[in-house]
């Protein structure tokens, strides 16, 4: 129980931090009576030796002095009781803490960026916030106002006031932070995504250019940009908006596959898109193109040559979609017995495809069925990407 463990050695600490203070000041001062802490903090060890731990707690913070020595041990206390999820705790003994009259202004705005830490645990945001922004205008420690502003920065994503969020980032946090320069370009995608709701383009256009200029990484604002095209009728456009996502990042191709098809529909440009799709699956063997590509060879030349295509790319890249395609085109040579069999065997592929997730975070693991622009789970931006590989793309 490491926990458990560590708790009792910081018990010991501000115990320990408490007894020199006290002596300390017995030797100076040999007249002064000795107040009668030590019965509590027997009382205080007797707990933590029976395993009561709440007890223990309750009693040496009741009756353990804060002074210089103990400060720290003070602060660290309360973010272990954070740590351990006891939010409630670490507020009591953090204000404790800032209760004392001997606190230097330093050591108080340490406290209080606890104290707006364990307020953000409990979900008190309004009063995390005030905190929050009272250190950023009056700490003078540069560390501090830093740690203010991400904690600030953190709070406004939670609430989604995305406007709240860049105001603090710029420029500082989004200079110094790949994550915060991440997150900024995509909480312009939000306000661009606001903007387009309420028919607003070129706001929209604005805000994603923006975005592109904070984060030239940002798939998701080309991926807007391409849309608001399409909206619009302005295919060729949209189409190369799409064409610059896997520029950015190769392995969100499969998400523009379907757009692109449609768009050159569309324009009814059927040449261009058989040529953006090979060029696609140039740069790698997506399962989505391959399909799309044997489409377009079935309507042009038959269902022949779009098996021939498919068998030719499964023995290169073996894929569960693939061979729900190709079984998909069997069934149209043959009925009787034969039929049956290979609709059974479609329908279970079907099935494994439907359990399979399409999307997956690089960064956690979290994986569905949707693209979640930011991770559902561990609240990453852009990390949650299509799965490749047997069962995906
Ligand atoms: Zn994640």
Redesign the pocket.
Known sequence: MPDLLLLALLLAAVAIGWWLGRRDRKQRSPARQQPALSRDYFVGLNYLLNEQTDQAIETFVAALEVNSDTIETHVALGNLFRSRGEADRAVKVHQNLLARPTLSVTQSHTVQLELSRDFLHLGLLDRAERLLQTLIREASSDSTRHSAKKLLVDLYERERDWQSALDVAQPTLIRQHDDIRRAAAHWLCELAQQNMQSASPSLARKRLRQALSIDDRCVRANWLLAKLEHDTGQYKAEIRYLKRIPEQDNDFTPIILEPLRDAYHLLEDISGLELSLRQVIERGAFTTAIILLAETLQRREGNKAAEDFIRDQLSRTPSLRGIDYLLGLYRYDIDGLERERIELLKRHTRELIEATPRYR?S??G?SGSHLHWQ?P??R?WG?TKPVTGIEGE
Do not use: G, K, L, V
């Open positions: 975070c960064r956690c979290f991770c789970r561990c990453s990390m």
